[in-house]
């Protein structure tokens, strides 16, 4: 069975103090790996979406990165306003339906 | 466009009742997808749609569950007869398609109490 955990499962931060989430998969031949943001009583909103190994992609102050066998969701001198749960969700190429992680929740304190 | 519509955003009921929650997804999106969302089990599929025809229903917990999709514009997760352990948040969720690049938009989300 497909798994995706994300760790920690809640992260304390100053404003300014950068620091890094880790969704980590066992998906076999990952078809895509989507991060998301979800702000409390929102719905999750799309950030970023991984296909390769290697592969970066960069949003303001947050940067995701893809290896073979985890995702790293890197958070630079984050703002109170980057305070929210992010979501991972893994796509495997036989069943095309994202599998979520439980997520990250994130505070930054001003 | 408005993003993907639900309602009613909050619903309170008691154990026994039938509850309808109502999505309307992104004009254009073939793909519709619903969504529970507790602490315990993280974000479950429950079931999804292409062009209005369920798909895979493997996620819906039980025969209390249905969902209907009548036209492109319109679905519905109706729970009959509701339980407390059926309080979450339902999301709705569409997609143009189902490739990697096939991005999800959720819904807002409705808040489900069962007394």
């Known amino acids: 069975e497909d798994q995706v955990t994300q760790s920690p499962e809640a992260l304390r931060l100053q404003e300014g103090e950068s620091s890094s989430l880790n969704c980590s998969y066992t998906v076999s031949g990952l078809r895509g790996l989507f991060w998301y943001r979800q702000d409390p009583g929102k719905g999750p909103e799309f950030l970023f979406t991984l296909y390769s190994a290697g592969e970066e992609k960069e949003k303001e102050r947050l940067k995701a990165t893809l290896t073979k066998k985890e995702s790293f969701l890197h958070i630079t001198a984050p703002k109170p306003e980057d305070s929210a749960t992010y979501l991972c969700a893994v796509q495997a190429p036989r069943s095309y339906i994202p599998t979520f992680g439980r997520g990250t929740s994130l505070i930054v304190h001003p | 466009d408005a993003g993907v519509i639900q309602s009613p955003r909050h619903e309170v009921t008691e154990m026994g009742q039938e509850v309808t929650l109502r999505c309307k997804p992104i004009s254009g999106h073939d793909y519709l997808f619903w969504y529970r969302q507790t602490m315990m089990r993280g974000l479950e599929l429950l079931i999804y749609?292409?062009?209005?025809?369920?798909?895979?229903d493997s996620g819906m917990p039980e025969d209390r569950f249905s969902a209907k999709m009548p036209n492109a514009s319109f679905s519905t997760l109706k729970i009959q007869p509701s339980e407390p352990r059926d309080s979450a948040v339902y999301f709705c969720?569409?997609?143009?398609?189902?490739?990697?690049?096939?991005?999800?938009?959720f819904g807002p989300g409705t808040r489900l109490t069962v007394l």
């Open positions: 749609f292409n062009n209005n025809v369920p798909i895979d």
């Open positions: 969720a569409s997609s143009l398609g189902l490739a990697g690049g096939d991005t999800q938009y």
